[in-house]
């Protein structure tokens, strides 16, 4: 095969600030790199970046300043600076892994949509983000030779948002980190729980605090167990940084019975991420959508049982592996968290033997080549 020039838009690779998108970004491109070294690929950053996200030597990375983390800069990096970046280097195709693309290029591009999540709450996404997403994301997925979900659940709503072929789209799916990998041993849990929760045992919320997570409900069924068992010495940890619209979480906090109960930790490094989750009772990831939600499988990978929506992706996720509820049911969720506390006819171990299995289907290594197969169609 002829050498291609591969272009990508690398600008949510930021050290020590990878979140979902970044993360998917960074482990697709490790192995997209590494297993394509006959292939250039040009690294498009919007700011000065790390030497870390240069994953091969075929990599080149190029800077196109300003940062792009504003809407009113982004429809100019993407229609000026990307379409001339791509002709100066003569890409052969524009890999996009975050859901944008450049309509003034004639330079074929896959692009990767994570969620829709602005069409069914536009209420919960700030105005002008909200904007521009509604107008623009569909004339993205138009202009894309290939489209690539992270979850059949996503892939299912494009079809129907936008009325895209089912054929132009392909499936990848994320994977959680190999911090993850090792569960706690007993010592270890005891020492994370001392650390963290003054020695009592926790659930566990992971994820920036704004409606969507739906912090304010699972903080109420939190409440609303302990107020049922309030001899039960059980911590909430929340571990998250506050995002936008986060008054209804918090005001939901102020007047809990037992807020006491609730120690917020702040956004968490994964290495200490990967601790505190191994020594909870249970991950409570009761979102209203996701487009994947890879908190999920961090949590099956620590032998840590799961309670998680039954909504968007989430069971596509989970599969049989979690306890799966209503997240605008307070009472739902509650049972659920009861249901872990008793532990009835060996659910953990189920929900731990299950997450386990669950575990084998998700693996960055073919995520890369999946997603490097559809470069190659394009290329």
Not at 65 to 82: C, G, N
Not at 123 to 152: D, G, N, W
Not at 193 to 211: K, M, N
Request: proline share 6%; hydrophobic share 40%; net charge positive.
């Amino acid at each position: 095969m002829k050498k291609k020039t591969i272009a990508v838009s690398t600008r949510f690779l930021i050290k020590g600030k990878l979140e979902g998108v970044g993360r998917f970004t960074c482990e697709t491109l490790r192995h997209i790199t590494q297993n394509h070294p006959e292939h250039d690929f040009i690294f498009l950053f919007d700011r000065p970046y790390s030497e870390d996200f240069l994953f091969a030597p075929n990599v080149t990375p190029m800077v196109l300043p300003p940062p792009t983390r504003h809407p009113f800069i982004w429809y100019p990096w993407f229609e000026w600076s990307v379409p001339r970046a791509l002709k100066k280097v003569k890409a052969d195709v524009f890999l996009s892994p975050d859901g944008f693309a450049s309509l003034r290029t004639d330079v074929p591009q896959v692009v990767v949509v994570h969620d829709l999540a602005f069409q069914h709450y536009p209420e919960q996404v700030p105005f002008l983000v909200r904007k521009y997403f509604r107008h623009f994301t569909p004339k993205y997925c138009q202009k894309a030779q290939r489209i690539i979900a992270v979850s059949e659940f996503t892939k299912q709503d494009i079809v129907q948002q936008y009325g895209i072929s089912p054929d132009k789209i392909e499936v990848v799916y994320n994977a959680a980190d190999s911090t993850f990998y090792r569960p706690l041993g007993l010592l270890e849990r005891q020492y994370i729980q001392l650390q963290y929760a003054l020695g009592h045992p926790y659930f566990l919320f992971v994820g920036a605090i704004h409606p969507r997570k739906n912090l304010a409900n699972i903080l109420r069924a939190y409440d609303a167990f302990k107020q049922e068992h309030p001899d039960l010495r059980m911590k909430f940890l929340v571990a998250g940084r506050k995002a936008w619209q986060s008054s209804e979480a918090f005001s939901v906090y102020k007047n809990m019975v037992f807020k006491e109960e609730v120690i917020f930790l702040g956004h968490l490094q994964m290495e200490v991420l990967a601790k505190v989750l191994g020594a909870a009772e249970a991950l409570v990831y009761a979102s209203l959508f996701e487009g994947f939600g890879i908190p999920i499988l961090e949590a099956f990978h620590t032998k840590t049982p799961v309670i998680t929506s039954n909504v968007a992706s989430m069971p596509e996720v989970a599969g049989d592996a979690a306890l799966l509820v209503d997240p605008t049911n307070v009472k739902q969720i509650q049972e659920a968290l009861k249901k872990i506390v008793y532990n009835e006819d060996g659910l953990i171990h189920h929900l731990s033997t299950a997450g386990t299995a669950r575990t084998k289907h998700f693996d960055w290594g073919k995520s890369g080549g999946k997603l490097g197969e559809q470069l190659m169609k394009v290329v």
